[in-house]
Structure formats: C-alpha cells, structure tokens
C-alpha cells in the first residue's frame, strides 16, 4: 500500500519537474483513498509557501471542510523542512511516509525532528525510506541537469 501512495506522490513530483520545479511532490490519504495531492510550485506561483506540503494540506482541508486532518496519512518524496513540518504538526496529520531524506533541510529528522516534539500537543509517526532510491534519484538528476544548463550558459556566454 505504502508504495501504491507513494508512486502517486512521485507522479506530483514529476510534474513539479517537469515546469522546472524542484522535483517533490505529496498526496494525502484519508480512509484509503487519496484526497488531495500537492507538487512545489514555488517559482511558478512566486510563492515561498508553495511546498508541495502544503499545496495538499491546502486541498485536503478544502476536500474534508477543516483544518484538523486527524486522520490522514501524508506520502511526500522528500523528507519536510521547517515550515512544512510546522504545517504537518498543526493540521494534525496522523502519519507522514517520506521517500528520501534531506540532509540540508530536512525537519523530521536530519537536522532536527519537529513532528515529535514531545512538548508540542501533537506528535506525528513517522516512517522513512519508502522508495526511497526512486526519490533520490529523481532528486539528483534534477539538479545535475540543472548544472549542466548553467555551466552550457555560462559557456556561451
């Protein structure tokens, strides 16, 4: 099932990539069922708040009328920053499955794990790994391809 949700958040992922977004994409899960879905958007929308995250608490919200998403279960291809792990923890969300770590910026647990704050009034489960190649990979060419455009337009310069 975990890969079943998580193929879908890939499939987010690629469109992010595919209008020259950082390549992360989410879906959320209630009852089973995926009830929103969330890709980054943040040079499109010029937006810093359009993290992938959020653009699906946004839309789950909207979909089960309430901010509370007691019962939903969150796939994300990259490990949350700060800002989208506050999101995570205040929505309520039950459990965030998380494709790759991110050594950088990563809040459930490389550089801090805000999602289990034991004084904070919700805590969130948390499992990690989950295609976790596929989302890496995915990560690194992106970003390699993204080089190389650079350098081939500083060359012609």
Request: hydrophobic share 40%; proline share 2%.
């Amino acid at each position: 099932m975990n890969e079943k949700y998580m193929k879908e958040a890939i499939r987010q992922a690629r469109k992010a990539a595919a209008i020259g977004e950082v390549p992360i994409g989410c879906v959320i899960v209630f009852q089973d069922k995926i009830i929103a879905r969330g890709y980054n958007r943040r040079i499109t929308d010029k937006n810093t708040l359009s993290h992938a995250e959020l653009n699906a608490i946004r839309k789950a919200s909207r979909k089960l009328g309430d901010w509370r998403l007691d019962d939903c279960e969150m796939y994300v291809t990259l490990e949350p920053c700060q800002m989208c792990a506050g999101a995570i923890v205040q929505a309520r969300i039950k459990k965030v499955y998380i494709g790759c770590m991110n050594p950088k910026a990563g809040c459930a647990g490389s550089i801090m794990n805000l999602l289990q704050v034991k004084q904070f009034n919700h805590q969130v489960e948390i499992e990690t790994g989950i295609m976790e190649e596929e989302c890496s990979m995915m990560l690194k060419n992106f970003f390699k391809e993204l080089r190389a455009g650079s350098r081939a337009n500083d060359k012609s310069e």
